[in-house]
């Protein structure tokens, strides 16, 4: 059909001039309507489609790519406020690489997706504020280092537009802080480097956050942070008078606002955490006057730890120490790996972790389109396994992979997708969990045992390597597992969703289970420990703590005061629970306790209210009183108790969070919802976001150790769970009971009969769990 060149005017008013395929504009042609559009471009079929350029009434304009009646493809759009963008489209909004020139003469630069900043760009203030780093769904969110106008800078991570994670912040006045942020607020243990004292080499740091060597930034794929390299084993003591004569403290809580939308963004000045980044008491204020004279003489430097901004703890160091080759703070610390395992490394152990994923995606997979039905007795038999061979080339029903060959082993398959579904976790959620792109990690020991963890990208599941002795107890304890399980939908001990055993070519065998994260929780996790009611060895030694440490029984110098009908329904299922392992004669188990600490309430009123920063308000207070008598409040005043909400809080399952929502006796014993003021609404259930009230029990030696604890009493968020629930009191554990008993008070040791077991566990539990007067 020909093309011919023709103008016509429509009885609606608009009007094309142009070329014409038949009835439909096709080619170059004009098209002008009647409320004051016009399009001037390429078109196909009767759409715009092409190069071509648009105008609106508002003075509004776009000249570039078109396809289909979209914008799309590369293009310049000028908004009636003067904005400007250039760069990519899809779909009439914003998405790929492109820049944007904002009328108040702010510029981001970077990656767009759906219209909002993601991935990685950088945005520039007026006020010389910038921001290098990445971006999600519009606000500043993964590794990024934003810059100050003044000479202050952060480089760490971020969330949803605020501090969150590892960083170091430098200042102005050549200090530095290595340290952790939540929400926007220095929050748990970190390192302060007044001016003039030797802190570590920044080359790591910049690898780890985005810069190379030469300074320019760069993403880096690294987000390993290791903050216990800034760590020293002497301490100054201190008073606790000196600690509390403060001043100087700066008033601004450290959030970045959260305005970072589209338009019109803007910042403020560079934030200072509560109790400010200088030394706090007298003697470190002397240290730091005279901070160009000390440059070169080693002055001292503090480790500290914060809570929600708050400056709890401070010991003083000598810098001399620093400069020597420091412990890891947080990094893997040396285990005795068991045999099965310890020709990994390296290589050997990525493939490991690859080797898993790929079993894992393949037997879920396989069994989850089975149409679900009740176990039977066979499901938990010797015959119920799946078994597969994976060579590196792939074959019939296995995809080729860049691992080693294997052979995959799946035990109990039935059961296990049974136990998920029951656990209420969506097949698709677990897979990518664990088998997604992003992949496992793996974490350090926390017990004796040489196990190896991982843990999944998004923190909901752990994977431990089990001994062969571990396994043959799980798979005989299974089916009185399935049932206690489905009878107690808040029972706490470990929830199980799959066991799995890998065979590599030359023939070692490694056994993982897969378990829920207890600590999967949008709030950090301060403190850890694992009870079990014993004292021989139950206790960590000083110099081997760390901020991630799980600390034991004799390191546990709080007792916490609990809602009363929250207290009743932990301790009911506590007894059931023990019950249960006590009749599979299991022993050797513990609670692992998780605390999650609020900035004491008396200083509620110093701290500005969240995603406001002020430069009306003063900048100091004279003083902070602390330790002051008072009377218990339960529940804790900085915590509060409502009536719960389902359409006010999250209530999707997660790895460790199946059970129904608890009663309060503060709340009129009904469901309640736990709220953190200026943080979240968190749905309570057993051993999940339960509040309490902790009182610290004060130590005679607490002057002597160098570390003043600065409250006595916190507000907290209790996470629990009972753990390690595989060792039956066998022979080898009754001769470890006959021998330790020889030499210590047979009540005392972790090995002794699994009923006087239960009994000691739960005495102790009452004492850390007091009943509230």
Known sequence: MEIRLEEREFSNGDVYSGQLRGTLPHGKGKYA???GIIYEGDWEEGKISGKGKITWLSRAKYEGDFSGGYLHGFGTMTSPDGSLYSGSWRMNVRHGLGRKEYCNSDSYDGSWREGLQDGSGSYTWTNGNRFIGNWKKGKMSGRGVMSWGNGDLFNGFWLNGLRHGSGVYKYADGGFYFGTWSRGLKDGTGVYYPVGSKHPSLKKWHRHFGYNDTGNFILSHDSSINLEELRNSKAVSRTLSEITTTSGLARNSGRMPERFLDENW?????????????????????????????RGKNPIVFEREYMQGVLIKERIMSSIDMSRKARPLDGPKEVSISACVSFLGGKWNYYLMLNLQLGIRYTVGKITPVPRREVRASDFGERARITMF???NGSQYTPSHKSIDFDWKDYCPMVFRNLREMFKLDAADYMMSICGDDGLREISSPGKSGSIFYLSHDDRFVIKTLKRSELKVLLRMLPRYYEHVGEHENTLITKFFGVHRLKLKWGKKVRFVVMGNMFCTELKIHRRYDLKGSTQGRFTEKNKI???TTMKDLDLA??????????????KQILLDCSFLESLQIID?????????????????ILEPPNEMSDQESDSVASVEVGLPREPSIPPKGLLLVTHEPNSVNTAPGPHIRGSTLRAFAAGEKEVDLILPGTARLRVQLGVNMPAQAHHKLHQDQEESGTVELFEVYDVVVYMGMIDILQEYNMKKRMEHTCKSIQYDPMSISAIEPTLYAKRFTDFLLKVFPETA
């Open 546 to 548: 760390r901020e991630k």
């Open 266 to 294: 803007s910042t403020t000045d560079p934030p200072r955490d509560y109790m400010g980044h200088g030394p706090l008491s007298k003697s470190g204020r002397s240290a730091g006057s005279g901070e160009n004279e000390g």
């Open 33 to 35: 309507w009647s409320d």
């Open 390 to 392: 994976f060579p590196r």
């Open 558 to 571: 709080y007792e916490f005061h609990m809602d009363k009908l929250l207290r009743e329904a932990l301790f």
């Open 589 to 605: 188990y513990s609670l692992l306790l998780g605390l999650h600490f609020r900035a004491p309430d008396q200083l509620n009123d």
